[in-house]
């Protein structure tokens, strides 16, 4: 079975600075995608960034880079240059071939100080 | 054209009555799903489709009837619902089941009265 947690439920931080959120995962299989989904108060999910687990390098899309630790289980999204419309709920996820389904975390709130 | 749309934005039903969702996508994908999601809380899978047939059904009451007619098109058609299914309900597709990249819609806010 898979499980994705995000431990911490809000976080904030300042217009153009740097953020991390954290979450970690476990499977047993050894091919697997990681993802980071925003969804802002419009609701719609929109995926951020996403990490094969085979590749070494860290995934990167402009502002957001993740930094995983394959060793670790461990995933988390950096966000650089904070901007006013990075507040969103971020959810983690992970998917596996063996049952094709996206496992979430339960996700946290990120708000952006002005 | 990575746009999966979905109708209504929002509906308020009693629980009496019968409604239905639709979604759509014309980006020639093959697998299709309905999630819902409780606010504050991560989207639970309903159901997949794969090649216009059902092919995941997450043991959700029957007062919810999914249909796929193409695949482009996905609805759930809704029945006898109560208050506790109130939520948002997100349409999502890929290009086919167990290809990882789901593209989602905006989502149905529903309301059970």
């Known amino acids: 079975a898979q499980t994705v947690t995000q431990s911490q439920p809000e976080m904030s931080v300042q217009e153009a600075e740097t953020v991390t959120l954290s979450c970690t995962y476990d499977?047993?299989?050894?091919?697997?995608?990681l993802f980071w989904y925003k969804q802002p108060p419009s609701r719609q999910m929109i995926l951020v960034i996403r990490q094969e687990a085979y590749k070494q390098q860290n995934a990167t899309e402009n502002r957001f880079s993740v930094n995983f630790q394959k060793a670790a289980k461990s995933f988390s999204l950096k966000i650089s240059d904070s901007q006013l419309g990075d507040a969103a709920m971020y959810f983690c996820?992970?998917?596996?071939?063996?049952?094709?389904?996206?496992?979430f975390g339960k996700g946290i709130t990120l708000s952006v100080r002005p | 054209d990575t746009e999966v749309t979905q109708t209504p934005k929002h509906l308020v039903m009693g629980m009496t009555n019968k409604k239905s969702l639709k979604c759509e996508q014309h980006m020639g994908h093959r697998a299709m799903y309905w999630y819902k999601q409780k606010a504050k809380k991560p989207p639970e899978l309903m159901f997949v489709y794969s090649y216009e047939k059902l092919s995941i059904n997450e043991s959700v009451p029957s007062r919810f009837s999914p249909e796929c007619p193409n695949s482009s098109l996905l609805n759930l058609h809704l029945h006898a619902l109560q208050p506790e299914d109130s939520a948002l309900y997100l349409c999502a597709s890929s290009p086919r089941w167990g290809e990882y990249e789901q593209y989602f819609g905006p989502g149905t806010r529903l309301t059970v009265t």
């Open positions: 499977t047993s299989e050894s091919d697997y995608y």
């Open positions: 996820a992970s998917y596996t071939g063996a049952n094709s389904k996206l496992t």
